[in-house]
T-cell receptor, first 111, second 114 residues
Framework: KQEVTQIPAALSVPEGENLVLNCSFT??????LQWFRQDPGKGLTSLLL?????REQTSGRLNASLDKSSGRSTLYIAASQPGDSATYLC??????????FGAGTRLFVKA | EADIYQTPRYLVIGTGKKITLECSQT?????MYWYQQDPGMELHLIHY???????EKGDLSSESTVSRIRTEHFPLTLESARPSHTSQYLC?????????????FGSGTQLSVL
C-alpha cells in the first residue's frame, strides 16, 4: 500500500530565501506525481505534475523533481515571498482512482 | 483556472439533519471525486465516479451517498448528519488519460454538525 510522507511538517523562512520541500513515497510504480498548494480553508490548486517518465518540471519560481528509484520528489521554491505562505501537498497517482496524498508541509514566509 | 464549483462554502447544522453538498464542473471531465480532509491531515477518498450512472465507494468508509445523473454534477448527501461528520469536503474532477491526469479541485465545503 502506497504511503506518502512529507517532511518537514512545517517550515518558517525569511522572505527571499530559496527552499526545498520533500516528499517520499514507498511504491515506485506510479504514473505521475503532483504538487498542490492549499490555502487555509480552501481547495487544492495544482502547481506541477511530473509524469513517471520525466525527471523534473518547472513553472516560474517553482521546480519539482522526481526520482522514482529512490521514491523521492522535491519542490524547490526560489526567492520565496510572503504570498507563498500556504500548505504544499504532494500526491502520487497509480492510475484509476489511486491517488495518495501526503499530509503536507505548512510554509510560512516572513516579510 | 479550474472551473469546478462547490456550494455551500460553509454549513453549520444540527444533528439528524439531511444535507446535500453540491459540486459542479464545466470542463467536461468524466471522472469526479469526493475527498474528506480533517485539519492538518491527508485527503481521503470517500466516493468517485467514472461517468454518468457510475459511482463507487472510496478507501475511507463514509455514511454519505452520491449520484451522477449528469456529467457535470456530482452531489453528496448525508441522510442524518452527526458530529463525527464535521470535516472539510473537497470535490475534484479529472479527464481520463493515464500519465497526465491532472486533478482539479473545488474550494471545498466546511461542514460543522452540532
Amino acid at each position: 500500500k502506497q504511503e506518502v510522507t512529507q517532511i518537514p511538517a512545517a517550515l518558517s523562512v525569511p522572505e527571499g530565501e530559496n527552499l526545498v520541500l520533500n516528499c517520499s513515497f514507498t511504491d515506485s510504480a506510479i504514473y505521475n506525481l503532483q504538487w498542490f498548494r492549499q490555502d487555509p480553508g480552501k481547495g487544492l490548486t495544482s502547481l506541477l505534475l511530473i509524469q513517471s517518465s520525466q525527471r523534473e518540471q518547472t513553472s516560474g519560481r517553482l521546480n519539482a523533481s522526481l526520482d522514482k528509484s529512490s521514491g523521492r520528489s522535491t519542490l524547490y521554491i526560489a526567492a520565496s515571498q510572503p504570498g507563498d505562505s500556504a500548505t504544499y501537498l504532494c500526491a502520487t497517482s497509480s492510475g484509476g482512482f489511486k491517488t495518495i496524498f501526503g499530509a503536507g508541509t505548512r510554509l510560512f514566509v516572513k516579510a | 483556472e479550474a472551473d469546478i464549483y462547490q456550494t455551500p462554502r460553509y454549513l453549520v447544522i444540527g444533528t439528524g439533519k439531511k444535507i446535500t453538498l453540491e459540486c459542479s464542473q464545466t470542463m467536461g471531465h468524466d471522472k469526479m471525486y469526493w475527498y474528506q480532509q480533517d485539519p492538518g491531515m491527508e485527503l481521503h477518498l470517500i466516493h468517485y465516479s467514472y461517468g454518468v450512472n457510475s459511482t463507487e465507494k472510496g478507501d475511507l468508509s463514509s455514511e454519505s451517498t452520491v449520484s451522477r445523473i449528469r456529467t457535470e454534477h456530482f452531489p453528496l448527501t448525508l441522510e442524518s448528519a452527526r458530529p463525527s461528520h464535521t470535516s472539510q469536503y473537497l470535490c475534484a474532477s479529472s479527464r481520463t488519460g493515464a500519465t497526465n491526469e491532472k486533478l482539479f479541485f473545488g474550494s471545498g465545503t466546511q461542514l460543522s454538525v452540532l
